[in-house]
């Protein structure tokens, strides 16, 4: 399994253009195969801050969501926009265990 976690920190002013595409984003991401998990959201104390969370069977159906149409055009959006930083990362889990 391959987890993806960050966030994206946009200008003040950003987040008008990116809400609508990204939960449209969202709903086509979570029909692909190989998709466990995937979520965006808007961090309850910074609302230019974008927090990301996914789960991924494996690197495969990762690489195949960033081939499709819908991640290619959320991308273009995503670099047309005033970012101020951002941190994502993917992450094996060799082991996983619930907690809640």
């Not at 159906?61 to 994502?88: G, I, Y």
Request: with cysteine; aromatic share 6%; charged share 30%.
């Amino acid at each position: 399994m391959i987890i993806v976690e960050g966030w994206i920190k946009l200008a003040d002013g950003e987040i008008a253009r990116v809400k609508t595409p990204a939960m449209q984003a969202v709903s086509e991401t979570l029909k692909e195969d190989g998709c466990l998990h995937y979520c965006m959201a808007i961090d309850i104390d910074d609302p230019n801050l974008i927090r990301i969370s996914e789960r991924w069977r494996d690197e495969e159906a990762l690489a195949a969501h960033f081939t499709a149409p819908h991640m290619v055009e959320f991308s273009k959006l995503l670099a047309s926009v005033k970012r101020e930083s951002a941190d994502v990362r993917a992450y094996s889990a060799e082991e996983v265990r619930r907690l809640m």
